[in-house]
T-cell receptor
Framework: QKEVEQNSGPLSVPEGAIASLNCTYS??????FFWYRQYSGKSPELIMF????GDKEDGRFTAQLNKASQYVSLLIRDSQPSDSATYLC??????????FGKGTHLIIQP | GAVVSQHPSWVICKSGTSVKIECRSL??????MFWYRQFPKQSLMLMAT?????????EQGVEKDKFLINHASLTLSTLTVTSAHPEDSSFYIC?????????????FGPGTRLTVL
């Protein structure tokens, strides 16, 4: 059974600072990893996906993957109040549905 | 691109009635669609996977006779909650992945909030 662990938070970060979100997963066979953002009462929206070990940057977001440690993280630079949401980590994809962690509730303090 | 719609966005029904939820991929062909359910304060849980023209594959603990899934075309999947009861009240979200896009990525619809009285 695939398991995904995330610190549920809330994680409080001052505006303009770097928010760091972490995720560990149990399935060593997972090849792709997704970060979704979910605002309260809304469906998830894709932030980033990453396949290879190392860093992947997209604007203010950087995903980091370490397959040996079964660890994936998301950094948000220059955090904005609009980044306040729940961030969901999900290994998987392909033919399978996604197994989501419980999500980290991020609060950006103005 | 990669837009997924759902209809209705919310529905309130009486206990014992059936409710149909539609999921459409608007600008791509969805070879696979997924149905998730999210209860308050919890994460999304996969209910079933459907491939166009095939029977859906249900996750353990999800009753296939209660949650009927039809994926008759490459742009439309439907979920019918039969004989709904208050415990079926939840946020139902579909996602789709398909050809012409990053085939590992799932794009989510806006969700349907079901309330059973």
């Amino acid at each position: 059974q695939k398991e995904v662990e995330q610190n549920s938070g809330p994680l409080s970060v001052p505006e303009g600072a770097i928010a760091s979100l972490n995720c560990t997963y149990s399935d060593r066979g997972s090849q792709s990893f997704f970060w979704y953002r979910q605002y309260s009462g809304k469906s998830p929206e894709l932030i980033m996906f990453i396949y290879s070990n190392g860093d992947k940057e997209d604007g203010r977001f950087t995903a980091q993957l370490n397959k040996a440690s079964q660890y994936v993280s998301l950094l948000i630079r220059d955090s904005q109040p609009s980044d306040s949401a729940t961030y969901l980590c999900a290994p998987g994809g392909g033919a399978d549905g996604l197994t989501f962690g419980k999500g980290t509730h991020l609060i950006i303090q103005p | 691109g990669a837009v997924v719609s759902q209809h209705p966005s919310w529905v309130i029904c009486k206990s014992g009635t059936s409710v149909k939820i539609e999921c459409r991929s608007l600008d791509f062909q969805a070879t696979t669609m997924f149905w998730y359910r999210q209860f308050p304060k919890q994460s999304l849980m996969l209910m079933a996977t459907s491939n166009e023209g095939s029977k859906a594959t249900y996750e353990q603990g999800v009753e296939k006779d209660k949650f009927l899934i039809n994926h008759a075309s490459l742009t439309l999947s439907t979920l019918t909650v039969t004989s709904a009861h208050p415990e079926d009240s939840s946020f139902y979200i579909c996602s789709a992945r398909g050809s012409g896009l990053n085939t590992d990525t799932q794009y989510f619809g806006p969700g349907t909030r079901l309330t059973v009285l």
